[in-house]
Nanobody, 125 residues
Framework: QVQLVDSGGGLVQAGGSLRLSCAASGRTFSNYAMAWFRQTPGKDRSIVAAINWSGSSTYYADSVKGRFTISRDNAKNTVYLQMNSLKPEDTAVYYC??????????????????WGQGTQVTVSS
C-alpha cells in the first residue's frame, strides 16, 4: 500500500502558474503509475494527466494540453503537476492517485487504488 500527500494548491490570478506536488510513502514508488484528477462541486472526479512508472509516457486531458505538465522524480517519491496559463475553469480540488500498474493508466477513478487528500486550486478572473 502507498500513502499520498498532495500539496501546492492555492489562489492565483488567471494566467498565473502553480506547481502541485504529491509525496508518496510506503511501497516502492516506481511500481506505480500516477495521475492527477480534479473535481468540482456536483461533478465526478475527472482525470487531468497521467504518467507511467518511469515518466517516459504521459497523457493530458484536452482541456489542459499545452498548459499542464506532469512529471515524477522516483528518487524523491514525488509526482508533480506544473500548471501554467491557468484559467478560472481550472478551479477545482486536485487529487493525485496511484494505480497498481507500472504502465500508464488512463480512465475513470475506479482504476486507481490510492488517493491523496486533495488540494484546492482557485483561479480568479
Amino acid at each position: 500500500q502507498v500513502q499520498l500527500v498532495d500539496s501546492g494548491g492555492g489562489l492565483v490570478q488567471a494566467g498565473g502558474s502553480l506547481r502541485l506536488s504529491c509525496a508518496a510513502s510506503g511501497r516502492t514508488f516506481s511500481n506505480y503509475a500516477m495521475a492527477w484528477f480534479r473535481q468540482t462541486p456536483g461533478k465526478d472526479r475527472s482525470i487531468v494527466a497521467a504518467i507511467n512508472w518511469s515518466g517516459s509516457s504521459t497523457y493530458y486531458a484536452d482541456s489542459v494540453k499545452g498548459r499542464f505538465t506532469i512529471s515524477r522524480d522516483n528518487a524523491k517519491n514525488t509526482v508533480y503537476l506544473q500548471m501554467n496559463s491557468l484559467k478560472p475553469e481550472d478551479t477545482a480540488v486536485y487529487y493525485c492517485a496511484a494505480a497498481n500498474a507500472r504502465t500508464m493508466v488512463v480512465g475513470p477513478r475506479t482504476l486507481y487504488a490510492y488517493w491523496g487528500q486533495g488540494t484546492q486550486v482557485t483561479v480568479s478572473s
